[in-house]
């Protein structure tokens, strides 16, 4: 499912317009988002929590040459499903 069937199933499923469904999932990308970027985190319950995942500068090594490089430390997104949503799904 891409953004564009995604804003056409929400609009269906809460009766909104598909614009307002599109305004509605850009307003819960940019929140998580901002919270993501302040190392926030957002937990919905039943469904999951957004949080961001702290990796540590290493060293690493160029498989071409075999030559080792230094890998900075970074912040990524991490996504951990909630227990209802895991039920869902293995039903």
Do not use: C
């Not at 290493?58 to 430390?73: C, K, W």
């Amino acid at each position: 499912m891409n953004k564009t069937e995604l804003v056409a199933a929400m609009a269906e499923q809460a009766g909104l317009s598909k614009k307002d469904a599109e305004q509605a999932l850009k307003a819960f990308i940019d929140v998580v988002s901002e919270e993501l970027k302040n190392d926030g985190k957002v937990q919905l319950v039943g469904f999951g929590t957004f949080e961001v995942s702290k990796r540590a500068a290493r060293d690493g090594r160029n498989p071409r040459t075999g030559e080792i490089m230094p890998i900075a430390a970074s912040k990524a997104p991490k996504f951990k499903a909630g227990k209802a949503l895991k039920d869902m799904i293995n039903e």
